[in-house]
């Protein structure tokens, strides 16, 4: 079956500083959807991306599907420590909904 | 909007019992339900896909004879894990898109969090 590849795995930063992870896959997606979960919750719907190439900001988060549309990447600005989670990557195929999801980027802020 | 509520979402059993565990859209029809178990630190796997008013359908490893899955109106599906083991003990999650938005993107419960004795 298709698998991501969520990298990096943890990221240890300082508040006030920028992070970016990435997913890249060996096949094709027509959809990339992040995530993030907070401990013992659900993940929460940060960005929805639609179209190759598209580049799409939710306050201090931007997000771009990859032009080839087997990647793409996920930027936190100005990190505050409540960014404090796993971030996870999916994708989509069909408009069926089934996703597949990436290992997850565990992010650490240090105030 | 797409809110998916997830019940209950702490269970403890003991060995052998059976649990369910119920998933609802709120706001919106789903005729497809996702059911996911995460383990800890780790990425979401996907059970089984619930489909209203017909089987699910199940990934390759997962015993449907273990984790039943009900769908039986638009916005509800259920989840029940019989006989009950510990090694069963895991964090299940739904989720479910509006069939309007053709199911992207998903929206996820809350969570379920179950501990097997």
């Known amino acids: 079956g298709q698998q991501l590849n969520q990298s990096p795995q943890s990221m240890f930063i300082q508040e006030g500083e920028d992070v970016s992870m990435n997913c890249t896959s060996s096949s094709i997606f027509n959809t990339w959807l992040w995530y993030k979960q907070d401990p013992g919750e659900g993940p929460v719907l940060l960005i929805a991306l639609y179209k190759a190439g598209e580049l799409t900001s939710n306050g201090r988060l931007t997000a771009q599907f990859g032009i080839t549309r087997k990647d793409s990447f996920l930027n936190i600005s100005a990190s505050i420590p409540s960014d404090v989670g796993i971030y996870f990557c999916a994708g989509q195929l069909s408009n069926a909904g089934k996703s597949t999801f990436g290992d997850g980027t565990t992010l650490t802020v240090k105030p | 909007g797409a809110v998916v509520s997830q019940h209950p979402s702490r269970v403890i059993c003991k060995s052998g019992t059976s649990v369910k565990i119920e998933c609802r859209s709120l706001d919106f029809q789903a005729t497809t339900m996702f059911w996911y178990r995460q383990f800890p630190k780790k990425s979401l796997m996907l059970m089984a896909t619930?489909?209203?008013?017909?089987?699910?359908?199940?990934e390759q490893g997962v015993e449907k004879d273990k984790f039943l899955i009900n769908h039986a109106s638009l916005t509800l599906s259920t989840l029940t894990v019989t006989s009950a083991h510990p090694e069963d003990s895991s964090f299940y999650i739904c989720?479910?898109?509006?069939?309007?938005?053709?199911?992207?993107?998903?929206?996820f419960g809350n969570g379920t969090r179950l501990t097997v004795t």
């Open positions: 989720s479910a898109g509006n069939r309007r938005d053709s199911y992207s993107p998903l929206h």
């Open positions: 619930s489909n209203e008013g017909s089987k699910a359908t199940y």
